[in-house]
């Protein structure tokens, strides 16, 4: 018998997990059985339930990262300043672990295109759970600064209070973001209603990397208008393979070839534009 894993989400009909962590067991010859599954509200008792049936792991994702945070038995350090967890697994004990990936997704990611971190300005949009995710990593990779702006200021500054022993990271409103970045994620939900968040003082040109973690079929709103100003721009497809390739090696111990992967789940995501 195969070994079980699966993702929790409300929605999760569209979730591509399945399919990407079918091509890394294939890929690694690796028996193992993943597939979407929608607590609705009950995402604790799904969790249970699962582990009932022999569960060995489950990614995590919207809305109910912050509640795999409270519901792991243990945490690693990450997840833990993170406050979000998007991998769970089962140890010999029947506890669960829990662990987040999107960081080490989205710098593997940015590494691939280049992007300038290491002494480079960083401005990271939104102050939600994705951002949370990925800020120890980026301040990790010696940046100039990261500037972490959000519509609700607040937010942003306790998260900068939060991250400010692991590197240079200040808070603010989008107003707050001054001069030339290097690197701009847009870590907001914003382009899923097609909104931009406004930078009115951000210059950016051919250098700037803009990296929206929302991935698409058309390039999003955020990376029509960056590219309209020079930018090299990139959606998050990246980063979702590569926080599935480090929850695949946390579970199975094997690494997966992404790259292919990418190419594969982006060329589908193209088609659906035909269909
Ligand atoms: P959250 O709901 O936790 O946070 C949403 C953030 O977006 C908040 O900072 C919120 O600001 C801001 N926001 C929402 N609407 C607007 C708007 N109209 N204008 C400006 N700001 C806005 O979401 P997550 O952090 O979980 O996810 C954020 C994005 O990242 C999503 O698009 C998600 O799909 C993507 N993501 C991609 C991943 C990948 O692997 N590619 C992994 C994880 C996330 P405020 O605080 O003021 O409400």
Redesign the pocket.
């Known amino acids: 018998m195969s070994d079980l894993y699966c993702v929790f989400g409300h929605p999760i009909s569209h979730s591509r997990s399945p399919a990407l962590h079918a091509a890394f067991a294939a890929q690694t010859d690796q028996a193992l059985h993943y597939e979407a599954r929608d607590p609705d509200e009950a995402f604790e008792s799904a969790w249970h339930a699962f582990v009932e049936e022999g569960g060995l792991g489950a990614n995590v ?3 109910f ?1 912050e509640r795999a945070y409270r519901l792991a038995d243990r945490l690693t350090e990450r997840a833990s300043r993170a406050g ?1 967890v ?1 991998t769970l697994m089962v140890n010999a004990q029947g506890q669960a672990l829990g662990d987040t990936t ?1 960081g080490v ?2 710098l593997r990611d940015l590494v691939r295109l280049q992007a300038r971190l290491e002494g480079g300005r960083i401005l990271v ?9 990925v800020l120890e990593p980026l301040l990790e990779t010696a940046p100039a600064t990261v500037m972490v702006a ?3 200021a607040s ?2 500054s306790a998260l900068a209070e939060a991250f400010k022993d692991l590197g240079p990271v200040e808070g603010g409103h ?1 107003d707050d973001a001054t001069g030339h970045f290097d690197v701009i994620i ?8 097609n ?3 406004a930078l009115p003082n951000v210059t950016l040109d051919e250098t700037t990397l803009a990296y ?4 698409a079929a058309r390039p999003t709103v955020f990376m029509t208008w960056a590219e309209a100003l020079g930018a090299r721009t990139s ?10 390739a480090a929850s695949f090696e946390l579970w199975r111990g094997a690494v997966p070839e992404t790259e292919p992967v990418r190419r594969a789940v982006r060329q589908a995501l193209t088609a659906t534009l035909l269909d």
């Open positions: 994702t919207v809305p990262k979000a998007n999107d997704g989205l949009l939104g102050a939600g759970g994705a951002v949370r995710g959000n519509r609700t937010k942003a989008f847009n870590g907001t939900s914003a382009s899923l209603g909104e931009l968040p929206d973690m929302m991935y959606d998050g497809l990246g980063m979702l393979v590569e926080q599935a």
